[in-house]
Each structure stands twice: as structure tokens, then as C-alpha cells.
């Protein structure tokens, strides 16, 4: 075995593995296990925890290296597992000066006896300021590829942990970015993603300072061959004129936004210093579906923060109608150590997990609703594997047969199952 990597959590950090694979090769590292981590919530850094342990139990001999944003903010509590040998911080995970030091420290053996400060290569993330591209030829069996094009938050919500393992915002040149773009476009890649952070911050500190709209408008212009450009987890009160025109009228831009929403009563977005209300997230949708009226929406929404009454939740659970969600990710409130949300009155666990699961409930039922309503209909898939696909808009959709992935098939939606759409 040489390197292996297990990716937790967004889409940014499956970008990143596919970089860290390359440098860890390219220094020479062998038979060794990365574990990009997630920190968003504790379940997270647990599960990584748990896999860290699976790993070495079942690959005694590989050496582990735990790095991503868990290992950013909790170095130490990695470097006490008797099962990890080495911890790279956020910022060092992408440098190959990073990855020829951590395969010189580990050619000393797994019984060196190291002590855990020993173990760990993490530094000041926030006094990180410009942003990197790092080139990558695709992502090993994906049909389409990530494009890492902002990393860091300057916003600081009170139940999130992501700036303090990310650190503050900061952007790819555009021009690096459409060149990548357009690198991967002539690799074959019939779909590229746009990843970060807080993406709509995008341009800050950058000559003239762009906006996302911007960059979208000079990747669909200098790269005529890319034929679907999608956009990942968006903040909608940053959204600028230049996104709502290529919304409106450029058919290569998928008819798909994920919205950071997070909960649909006023006062509890308030507690957790979001920038928008709940009108603002309404709002925000009927415009874009006056724009684009075929438009669908996937939203983040966590249940049970702190001081969330009854009454409180049940906004959350009906802002999924009134904007129109149809592809849903629910947390469970997990308290982040360090994090002012952590200190506020807590919701008992029972009610939390009772809230995540009727608020999945309400997101399952706008699924049907909409695969119902895609029966008959002929869509555009991009083929993922051999028997799954995704539409235009993001929904799944099963193949009666076996297809060659990374294809665009023109099929027509037979049926469904609740969860995804059946090709005829």
C-alpha cells in the first residue's frame, strides 16, 4: 500500500484529498493512512475518532496521519491516540514541504516512541492570508470534479468551529481559476463544482476585490467546452447582481443552489448571528424562481439549538415549504467546545434527536413530492457510477441498466422510490 486517504465531511476536503494524495505520493510516503478530518459538529470529530482505530486494527503495519479541520482545532487530542503517528494542521496538509517532513519523521519507525507534542505539525491558521490553487488533473472515480476557489470564514456564528480550523477568508485569483477550470475540461470532466468555505465571500482581498457572480461569468465565457458548472453551499444575502444574471439567463449554470439557512425562526437566528431572517431566505427564493423557475433548493437546517422552543422549531420545519426545499441536510445541535453556542442553555437530547428526525421527516416528503413530479419528465444525467446518476437539478437518479460513468444521457424519470428517481 502506499497512501490512503479517508475523507470526512464537505466538499472542500474531498478536493483537498485528491491534492494531499498527489504530494504524499510525490514525497515518497508509503504505506500510510490520511484521515482528512471534519469538525462541524462533535459526531464528526467522533466518527473520526472511531475510523482511526477501525483503520489501524484492520492495517496494523500502515502508519496514520489525521489531518482537516478536527486535527486543526484539537491537535492534541489526535496526537494522544496511540494509533496516530503524525498531525498536519489545514494550512501544512496542502504544502509538499509539509509531506516530505512527515515522511522523514515516519522512516524512523513506528516504534521511535515519539511523544505526542512530538507528533504534531500544526500551525496559527489565522495567520494564513493568501490562497493557493492546487492543480489537479481530476478526482480519482468521479464523474465530476471540485474546484477549490475561497477557503476561510470572516464570519463567526456562534454554534460553528469551521473559522478556527479554516481561518479567515481568503481567495483564489480568478485567473488561476478559470485556467484549472478549463485544465479539467479538456481532461474529460463534463461537470466542475466551485468549493469553499463561504464562497459568496469570495474576492475579498483580491485587485478590484470580484464577486462570486463574477467568477462564475469568466468561467462560462473562457471555457465554452464546460458544459455544467455548479456552485456548492451558498450564503444567500451575499449573493451579487452578476450571480442573478448568470442564474437567469446561462442554461450551462445548474439549476440547483444549496442554501446555508441553518433555522427559520428570526430570534434563533439572531442567537446564533446568522445575517439574514427569515424573510430575507424567502424572499431570496422567490427571486431566484422568477429568474429560473425550474430552480431547486437544498438548504442546511439544524434542530434543536439552544433556547429553541417548540414554536421556534415549528418556523424551521415550515420555512421548508415556503421556500421550496427539496433536498434537505439536518443536524442534531452538537455543542462545539470554545464556541459561544456551547454556553448557552441546551435543549435536552432526547428533544433535539425527536426535532433532526420530524424535520427529516418534512425534508423526505418534499423528496417524493418532487420525484413524483419529475415521472414522465425527460431529464439530463450525468452518470456518477454504473448505476447512479444526477440531473440538472441535482437529483439522483437510478439506471434499469449498467452505463459508462461520466456521461450526459437524455432518459426519462419511470418512477420513484422516495429517495431517488427511477430511469425509465
Known amino acids: 500500500m502506499a497512501v490512503e486517504v479517508v475523507t470526512f465531511g464537505c466538499r472542500l ?19 500510510a493512512i490520511v484521515i482528512n478530518t471534519c469538525a462541524v459538529t462533535a459526531e464528526a470529530t467522533r466518527q473520526a475518532r472511531q475510523t482511526i482505530r477501525r483503520m489501524k486494527r484492520e492495517n496494523p503495519t500502515a502508519r496514520i496521519v489525521v489531518t482537516g479541520c478536527a486535527a486543526q482545532t484539537e491537535p492534541e487530542m489526535f496526537a494522544a491516540m496511540g494509533e496516530v503517528d503524525r498531525v498536519i ?21 513506528p516504534d521511535f516512541g515519539l511523544a505526542a507534542s512530538e507528533k504534531v505539525a500544526v500551525n496559527d491558521i489565522m495567520a494564513v492570508r493568501e490562497q493557493a490553487l492546487h492543480l489537479v488533473d481530476g478526482l480519482t472515480g468521479r464523474s465530476r470534479a471540485f474546484v477549490q476557489v475561497q477557503n476561510g470564514c470572516d464570519h463567526r456564528c456562534t454554534f460553528c468551529i469551521i473559522p478556527f480550523g479554516r481561518g479567515n477568508s481568503r481567495s483564489v485569483p480568478m485567473g488561476e481559476v478559470v485556467a484549472q477550470v478549463r485544465r479539467l475540461a479538456e481532461n474529460g470532466y463534463r461537470e466542475v463544482v466551485l468549493t469553499g468555505v463561504d464562497i459568496t465571500s469570495y474576492g475579498q482581498g483580491l485587485p478590484g476585490e470580484p464577486k462570486l457572480g463574477a467568477l462564475v461569468k469568466a468561467i462560462l465565457r ?10 456548492s453551499s451558498i450564503d444567500s444575502v451575499e449573493a451579487d447582481t452578476d450571480l442573478y444574471d448568470v442564474i437567469a439567463g446561462e442554461a450551462r449554470f445548474m439549476p440547483h443552489l444549496h442554501l446555508s439557512l441553518q433555522a427559520g425562526d428570526d430570534m434563533v437566528l439572531k442567537r446564533m448571528k446568522r445575517r439574514h431572517l427569515r424573510a430575507d431566505a424567502i424572499a431570496f427564493c422567490d427571486q431566484v424562481r422568477r429568474l429560473r423557475p425550474d430552480m431547486v433548493f437544498g438548504a442546511d437546517i439544524i434542530a434543536g439549538f439552544p433556547t429553541e422552543t417548540e414554536a421556534m422549531f415549528a418556523r424551521s420545519l415550515d420555512i421548508v415549504g415556503e421556500c421550496g426545499l427539496t433536498h434537505l441536510h439536518v443536524f442534531p445541535f452538537s455543542a462545539r467546545p470554545g464556541t459561544p453556542a456551547a454556553r448557552m442553555p441546551q435543549v435536552p437530547r432526547e428533544v433535539v434527536k425527536e426535532r433532526a428526525r420530524r424535520l427529516r421527516g418534512r425534508g423526505e416528503a418534499a423528496l417524493a413530492a418532487h420525484l413524483e413530479a419529475m415521472v414522465g419528465r425527460q431529464v439530463q444525467v450525468l452518470t456518477e457510477t454504473r448505476d447512479l446518476g444526477r440531473t440538472e437539478h441535482f437529483t439522483p437518479v437510478r439506471f434499469r441498466s449498467p452505463v459508462e460513468p461520466g456521461q450526459i444521457l437524455g432518459l426519462t424519470v419511470a418512477g420513484h422510490d422516495g429517495r431517488e428517481a427511477l430511469a425509465a
Open 89 to 109: 494542521g489545514n494550512d501544512e496538509k496542502m504544502q509538499a514541504s509539509a509531506w516530505g517532513e512527515t515522511r522523514q519523521a515516519l522512516a524512523r519507525g
Open 222 to 231: 473562457h471555457v465554452p467546452e464546460l458544459e455544467r458548472l455548479r456552485i
Open 13 to 31: 476536503n474531498t478536493s483537498e484529498s485528491e491534492v494531499m494524495q498527489k504530494l504524499a505520493a510525490e514525497a515518497g510516503l508509503q504505506d
